[in-house]
């Protein structure tokens, strides 16, 4: 059983940045592809960035990239979101989340099997 637990949100203000963590316990999420989503009001929960169980191969968001890196420590179990030159617009609800199904860093939503309960990014302008 995987159990995650965000944390790292908070309020910033635009330009700034925030580093968001998402720890398994139990460090079993090891050979799982794990994503990062966020879901503000009146937007379908979108996928933010994926990496592969090696973290070797990362995706994201075409509004993300070159502002935030996704990493992982398979063996601190933790996996980690760093998000530079923050806008308004990144405000949300983030969720980190683990794919059992595929160990291959992928934007397919329907695959990840484990989810967060989610912490808040506000970025006030």
């Known amino acids: 059983q995987v159990r995650l637990v965000e944390s790292g949100g908070g309020l910033v203000q635009a330009g700034g940045s925030l580093r968001l963590s998402c720890a398994d316990s139990e460090r079993t999420f090891g050979s799982y592809a794990m994503g990062w989503f966020r879901h503000s009001p009146g937007k379908e929960r979108e996928l933010v960035a994926s990496?592969?169980?090696?973290?070797?191969?990362?995706l994201y968001a075409d509004s993300v990239k070159g502002r935030f890196a996704i990493s992982r420590d398979n063996a601190e179990g933790t996996v980690y979101l760093q998000m530079y030159n923050l806008k308004p617009e990144d405000t949300a609800v983030y969720y980190c989340a683990a794919s059992d199904v595929t160990g291959v860093a992928t934007t397919s939503r329907a695959w990840y099997t484990y989810w967060g309960q989610g912490t808040q990014v506000t970025v006030s302008s």
């Open positions: 990496i592969s169980w090696d973290g070797v191969n990362t």
